[in-house]
């Protein structure tokens, strides 16, 4: 196959694997909040697929390498699909915890969902479209925005932390649950690093200088 | 490369054609006349030759040799010839102009060599003696066969050869001047032939660029006119299908972006070539930016990517069912259908979004209502028959039993009552919506309102609830007065139901431009979220438990709701978990 078709299919198999990803973020936060054990299952099982593909991706990138060896703009392009598709499994998998959550909070009524938890689900939610919107339109700007919000969802983690454990004195009884919560919280804390990451790798795409760890 | 220009193309050999005839013709015809005059000078010279031969035969027949020199001398001078006379041997004998002591053997020379052969004999050469290009004729004096004198006689050509210079010169300058007017008519003529083709090419340039109303001005000469009116007449058929083309792509755009069906047109690459608006808002995409991208990149949806796939290579149209997570999940019907040209060649294929959320929803309220109905009205029918059996069983003669058990069952057939009652008027206000029977008229909306809030009043006081009014006597509205005040009692009786003891229920209206409002807000627990969409809902119950309990049929809500969209009006809840909830009545004022 050509070179530059090559190319063209790998990102378009990046593409299907970010769709996946983040369909089932937004299935698994979902499931969290109408407490809805038949979709907590869908994403887990939907999970073997991320990882199916992401192995593809991962091979045909190799495949690209060690064919074509690709030089400036390709190579960057290669090198970031490699990261990103790192970054999109790690995605799918903590989606997949979360989901594992939100098959026990579906047994544990009791607890509400609280605020700061759609909260966090919807600005990680909207980073990761943010990321991917940015990656399908090579927009630096949009990338930009993604690594801003990253700090708005490190300071509703800390929030939760808080409350979390306020309630815990409170509420005894529910530790089990109330746990659950909190590691939802750092599970999306995690997504919406991950978002960063994929940001900066679309950053680096398009101006081939590395942004990560700038002030 | 730099193109010719055109005028170069048959200037220059039509150019070159005239210079060179004109050579030709200079270069013939000065030969010719030069050739003439020669000749005519060489037998001119041997006349004289021929002359001078009879005198000399004389001289040397009587052997007056000596005189030789002399006679040469005059003949010379008389002819305005040179006359050489010269011995057999080569020796000269006499000469018109030199000394014949002085000059050198003659015998070499072509034309005495030839003559002392016995012929004429002639030559052009460069004299030894003159310096000049001459010309020379030699005739031999015999007695009895034997060559024993030659006369020559020579005339210097410069003469000659000035005139043939002079003609020549006249030519070339004639020529020149020939030349130039050629150049000029050339030119004044490749003006005359390139005017036209640059208009139209002018004209070529504007249709290319869009500006089909340009038209090439007129031409005198029949093939550029043609030409010219063809290009227009091509321009006006191209302008003409332009149009039809935009209007055909205007019209179909109307179609598709009017279309409630969502429509996405693909290649075989998966680039979207078409999605119209519906289909774009379903995925929440910019319809116009999706346009040229491939499906991954303009729909981050794995189903519609499958499906789009499976459409472009089944030969079959496909069929599919999706649902498109967002805020308000949409399940969305797909067919799928490959586009062939008009060779039959598959180009891609076209994927129909048929959004059947509501038809969904609509299935099940009816199942839902279905399944509803048949287990309201047979719980207390269940209840009856139990105790209408223990009754008859014997328990009929048991006066304490009996009177509980018929309590019992009254209640229960007071509550089938209830539910039919209900059920007959929620269908009869909702085919009086549909058909438009309700009667309206307009009137003052409080003492609506009071008879309201007093139906409920002694409910209200068994639970030590209190009922707030607020509303302002003057406000009028277009209205079935038996109807909304059915509606807003029904809100009541919810809102005291679930009411905790010593809270209040506000019933307030508020005025907008258009609208106006009746809220009836409770200080209950409130209403989870997954249950507000579906709370209108025949038989929906929050807690299925308490409701039956409380002695609700289950239908208030749905009577309200159907109250008040035979109004024309819109019904909403509002409600926090913890700190109670409000239902809005909205209805336009006019």
New interface residues.
Partial sequence: MIFFREI?HL??KL??L???V??DL??AL?AIR?RDKRLAEEVISADNEIDSMEIEVEEDCLKILALHQPVARDLRFIIAVLKMNNDLERIGDLALNIAERALFLADHREI?IPEQISMLADKTGTMLKKC?DAL?TLDEKLAAEVCALDDEVDAIHSEMYDFIKKEIIRTPAHIDGLLGLLSVSRYLERIADHATNIAEDVMYLVQGEIMRHRL | MRKKRLIWRFALPFFTLTVAALFIFTWYSTSTMKERYFEHVRVDLLARAHLVQVEIAELLVSGRLAEVPEICNRLGRLASTRITIIAADGTVLGDSMEDPKAMENHRERPEIAEALEGRDGNSIRYSRTTGINTMYAAAPVAVDGTVRLVIRTALPLSSVEESIADLRTRLIIGGLLITLLVAAMIFVLARRLTRPIDSIRTGAEQYAAGNLAFRIPKDESAEFGALADALTAMAQQLDERFRTIMQQRNEQDAVLSSMIEGVIAIDREERALDMNTAAATLFGVDADGAKGLHLQEAVRNTDIQRFATVALTSPEPAEGFMIVRGAEDRQLQLHGAQLRDGSGRGIGAVVVLHDVTRLRRLETLRRDFVANVSHELKTPVTSIKGFVETLLDGAADEPEHRDRFLAIIAKEAERLHHIIEDLLSLSRIEQEGERGDVAFESALLRPVLESAVESRDTMAKERGVTVTLECDPQIAVRMNAHLLEEAVSNLIDNAVKYSAENRTVDVAVTVADATLTIAVRDRGPGIPGEHLPRLFERFYRVDRARDRRSGSTGLGLAIAKHIVQAHGGTIAVESTLGEGSSFLITLPRK
Avoid: I, P, W, Y
């Fill in positions: 063209e990102k378009k593409l299907t970010s769709a996946l983040e369909e937004k299935d979902k109408t509400e991917l399908v």
